[in-house]
């Protein structure tokens, strides 16, 4: 399992130190203005530690390679791709264990930003899908302890009857390899700070 100790969180943090009372979907929208890899800047989402894949409760977030053209937008999507990559962090453990997913499937605040997904599908290179329900974690919770409780027999038959798909965002192809270049600077720069402490 990858944990992000805070994925959205970033996003929170920067719209309350930055522009308190912007509403998210203007944030978002300054961020579609700049192009993938933001010119060269990069977002650690490391704001309270790190579980995956670094287990550092130390850990701290960065902004790295800012330069005067950086603007509101520009931060805003450097957190967009900063926890995307932090994602991949942990699609690749599970790549590495074995695991070979086609598909992603989203729910919950970050879930809400077309935008974001967009970013999210590129760096992950897998299809997302939207749940229909918001909560994901209570929503998983229950569906654990319906099988627990005897509801259904299985996880998968649960998921079956109680899972529904609101849409799927892809990847934009013009977009991955830019990310692809910018996973190699975002996990160099995780080292870097560390050993800088």
Known sequence: MGVMLSAAGSLRWLRDAI?????????????????PG??????????????TPHADPD??????????????????????????FGLRDSLDLIVELGGTPARGRVSGGGARSEEWLR????????????????????FGAAILAGVAA???RDVHAAIAE???LAEQIDPVPDWVDTYRDGRHRFRALYPALRDAR
């Open 150 to 152: 005897g509801t259904w």
């Open 19 to 35: 522009a308190p009372g912007v509403g998210y979907d203007e944030l978002v929208a300054e961020a579609a203005a700049w192009p």
């Open 38 to 51: 933001t010119e060269g800047l990069t977002f650690l989402p490391y704001l309270v530690g790190e579980r």
């Open 162 to 164: 109680t899972v529904q």
């Open 119 to 138: 970013v999210v599908a590129s760096v992950l290179e897998l299809p997302l899908e939207r749940v229909a329900v918001d909560e994901g974690g209570a």
């Open 59 to 84: 850990a701290r977030g960065a902004f790295v390679g800012l330069n005067v053209r950086h603007d509101r937008g520009a931060l805003v999507r450097a957190v967009l791709e900063g926890v995307a």
